[in-house]
Structures are given as structure tokens and as C-alpha cells.
């Protein structure tokens, strides 16, 4: 069985904002199913404009290559995740960035594992107990 991996947003920016790097290589993965919640599509239009200024790739290009990565993702409607998962996925985000809770919610509702590139938020649900996160070898 593969492993369910769910993606936060800084993983998105970090495959689209790269032309090399672990976690585009990881994606391509038929090994493993990966997931995330809608609330992603909210983080990548805020964030439009910086993804275009880092990437100094145009906007036809960067739609390219965001199609190509968002089909390899199931996404998951948030509303279909337990009020009770979503609130114990703010229990352990809501210290360090409440943004994150759907992603950790959907870790949890799926029983699959974090993949993220945020240092602080991994050590802080460490702490918190929470320690489904897929880590690359």
C-alpha cells in the first residue's frame, strides 16, 4: 500500500520556485499518493505576485508548471474533514500558524504523513505530540 503523503504550501512553493530540488523529485514519485486540502489554491493566488518575482518565470510559465505539479495532488475539501479533527489540528497549530491546520487536519483524517519544509512548525507539533510528518532519506 502507498504511503498517503499530505503537501503544506511552503513544499507547493518550494517544487514551483525551483528547477532543482528534493521535493520535485519526491513528487514524481509513483510510490506514493499525495494530497492536500483546497485551502492550498487560496495560498497560491495570495501569493501570485512573490512566486512570479522569485521564480522571474512568466505567468504562462508558471501555470504550466503549476498544472503539471497540481495533477500529481488529490485535493480534499476541507469540509469533509471531522470537526473534531479540524479542531484538534488547531489545538496543535494554533501557537505557531493557524494556516497550517488544514493541512495537519487532513494528515490526521487521512491517517497519512506531513510533508513540510517548515522547520519551526515540525519541531513545535513535535512537541505537541503530533509525529506523522514523511521525511526524505
Known amino acids: 500500500m502507498k504511503p498517503k503523503v499530505i503537501i503544506d504550501t511552503n513544499i507547493l512553493f518550494s517544487v514551483l520556485l525551483s528547477k532543482e ?3 520535485k523529485f519526491i513528487l514524481f514519485s509513483k510510490n506514493i499518493e499525495f494530497y ?5 489554491f487560496v ?14 518565470l512568466n505567468e ?3 501555470l504550466c508548471q503549476l498544472k503539471t ?14 470537526k473534531e479533527i479540524f479542531n484538534k489540528a488547531y489545538f496543535l497549530t494554533k501557537d ?4 497550517d ?8 483524517f487521512l491517517n497519512g504523513l506531513l510533508l513540510t519544509g517548515d522547520k519551526k ?6 512537541q505537541k505530540g503530533f509525529n506523522n510528518f514523511y521525511e526524505l532519506g
Open 21 to 23: 530540488n528534493r521535493y
Open 36 to 40: 492536500t486540502c483546497n485551502f492550498l
Open 43 to 56: 495560498e497560491i493566488f495570495k501569493h501570485k505576485n512573490k512566486i512570479q518575482n522569485i521564480s522571474k
Open 60 to 62: 504562462d510559465e508558471i
Open 69 to 82: 505539479i497540481l495533477s500529481k495532488i488529490t485535493f480534499i475539501k476541507e469540509e469533509l474533514i471531522p
Open 96 to 99: 505557531i500558524d493557524e494556516k
Open 101 to 108: 491546520t488544514p493541512f495537519v487536519a487532513l494528515s490526521i
Open 121 to 126: 512548525l515540525k519541531n513545535h507539533l513535535k
